[in-house]
């Protein structure tokens, strides 16, 4: 009995119920400062999940990596304000078909970015390659991210000021890679 309970339960599954592989996924960012000096960041700790055709993606803020222990905690505070708005969440809607067969599509998707309760529509050209239980999501270029329109500004200028810069680009490239399980 206990058998046939089991298998139900895994017949009930969605076929393309994936869970995000946070130790062989990556969120990177570049900022630019002082005109032309670029600084590749990324974030340690990433979740998600894609259950019936729409992708989670949840950034936790705090786990910002400079590779600067006093920038990591700046930014924390002063950009991202993670005691207040601790993840940013990313959502989009995939086609069920690039998740049902082993295969390299390349594909333009729409999503939203909300940060700081500010919710922002972004396009990204992506590759998913699906390949037995593993299905990889990559950009296959910088997706550029407004602090402005997600409501950083204010941050930027801070982290401006305390560093002594002339300037922060308000223009932000992101890439990714991500790894998902069935």
């Known amino acids: ?23 062989h996924s990556r969120l990177a960012f570049v900022s630019i400062k002082a005109g032309d000096i670029g600084e590749v960041h990324h974030f340690r700790q990433l979740s998600g999940s ?7 993606l949840t950034i936790e803020l705090a786990s910002i990596d400079t ?4 920038r990591d905690e700046r930014m924390q505070t002063m950009l991202f304000e993670t005691g207040l708005f601790p993840r940013a969440t990313v959502t989009v809607n ?16 729409t999503g939203e970015l909300t940060i700081r309760e500010q919710t922002l529509s972004l396009n990204a050209d992506v590759t998913a390659t699906v390949s037995g239980d593993s ?17 950083l500004s204010e941050g930027v200028e801070k982290l401006r000021e305390v560093a002594g810069l002339p300037a922060i680009s308000d223009a932000v490239p992101v890439t990714f890679v991500l790894r998902f399980k069935r």
């Open 50 to 56: 894609i259950e019936d055709g729409k992708a989670t």
């Open 1 to 23: 009995m206990r058998l046939l309970i089991c298998l139900l339960a895994c017949l009930a599954q969605p076929a393309w119920s994936w869970t995000l592989d946070n130790d």
């Open 67 to 70: 590779l600067i222990p006093i």
């Open 135 to 151: 299905l990889l999501v990559a950009t296959n270029k910088p997706i550029l991210v407004s602090a402005r329109a997600v409501g």
């Open 94 to 109: 995939l086609d069920p078909e690039v998740l049902e067969s082993e295969s390299v599509q390349s594909a333009t998707v």
